[in-house]
Every structure is written in structure tokens, then in C-alpha cells.
């Protein structure tokens, strides 16, 4: 299966290290926002005080502690957010973009379109057993269903900015987990697209 980025936030998966977060912000209704250097680069700046709260937010989930979740808030000010929402919200964007960015090149391609690409191949491949193969598919279909095209073309290139930041924020992994993969969680604990 293709690496896709399992988000609900690359905020949680930069600072948890191995969140599986996925490009369905979208099915997690996805909060599309224009962009701005100044969001990404507090965004950037957060992850290294967001660190030593990563074990904790892991094991707080969906609904972290009231302590927990005024430190993020806290956190989120300190470099310029409203407040941790606003903060995932950005990482969320930015992790969309990402996912659309072809790891050699740089250009972006509609993750949609990848992902329909993705299902032709696989309908394609006789050597996938059926049963894997529906599996696949059925997969896909989901993720299709549950996507949303980019709103703000506009956070393509902001994002493209900044990539070289960003992409210092997740461990190095194997060249096969970081095909078309994105920070935060693409497959489990891969890189970046480079």
C-alpha cells in the first residue's frame, strides 16, 4: 500500500515522532486556511517546545488532560496562534500541501488525482492476490470519497518556502517510505518528500 499521511494534525505527528495521521484531514473535515510565511514559521518554531510534550499528548489522545491541553494552548500563543486549535489547523494545511509535493521534482500534484492514478495501477497489477487487491481498492475509494481539493492554491508555494524547515523537523527513514510521503506521519515514522 501507497505511504498516505494519516493526520489530524502534522502538529501531533512532528511532535509525537510516529502519529499515523492521514491526508483525510480530510475525512476528519479538514479546516482549510490561506497560509502565511509568518504561520508557518511559528508553526516550524513551536515543534521544539512542543517536544517535551509529546509522550504525554500521545497518551492523552483525542482528548488531552485540562493541564495538557492549556500548556498547548500556552505553546501555541507563545509563537503567534489564537490558541492549539488554530495551531493544528495550520499544521493540518501545511500537511496537505506536503502530501501533494512529489518527492523529486517538488511540483504538486492533487493528492485526489494521485490516489485515482494509485487505484488505476492497482486495478491494473495482475500480481496483486484479489482479496489484497479489493482490500486496496476499497481503501481508496474511502480516501477519494473523503478528500477535498485544495482551497488555497496560494499555500503551495508558502509551504514549498519552508519545506527545507520542515523537512528537518521528522527523522531520516528508508527511501521506500518516503516516496510520495509527507512529514507527520506518512507511513508510520517516514521522512519527507525531499
Not at 518527492?103 to 487505484?119: F, I, L, S
Amino acid at each position: 500500500m501507497r505511504p498516505t499521511i494519516k493526520l489530524s494534525l502534522l502538529a501531533c505527528a512532528l511532535i509525537a515522532g510516529s502519529a499515523a495521521l492521514s491526508t483525510a484531514a480530510n475525512a476528519q473535515q479538514l479546516k482549510q486556511i490561506k497560509l502565511s510565511d509568518k504561520q508557518v514559521e511559528g508553526f516550524i518554531a513551536a515543534q521544539a517546545d512542543f517536544a517535551p510534550l509529546a509522550e504525554k499528548l500521545r497518551e492523552g489522545g483525542e482528548k488531552p488532560d485540562p493541564s495538557l491541553a492549556g500548556q498547548l494552548d500556552d505553546i501555541a500563543k507563545k509563537h503567534g496562534f489564537k490558541d492549539f486549535s488554530e495551531f493544528e489547523d495550520v499544521g493540518a494545511n501545511v500537511t496537505v500541501v506536503l502530501d501533494g509535493l512529489d518527492a523529486k521534482t517538488g511540483a504538486y500534484a492533487d493528492p485526489v488525482e494521485k490516489m485515482k492514478k494509485e487505484r488505476d495501477e492497482i486495478k491494473a497489477d495482475t500480481s496483486i492476490p484479489e482479496n489484497d487487491k479489493k482490500l486496496a481498492l476499497d481503501d481508496l475509494e474511502q480516501e477519494i470519497a473523503a478528500a477535498q481539493p485544495l482551497q488555497f492554491k496560494e499555500n503551495i508555494d508558502v509551504v514549498k518556502k519552508h519545506r527545507e524547515a520542515i523537512d528537518k523537523l521528522v527523522p531520516a527513514q528508508t527511501d521506500e517510505a518516503t516516496e510520495g510521503a509527507a512529514p507527520g506521519g506518512v507511513a508510520p515514522d517516514s521522512k519527507a518528500n525531499e
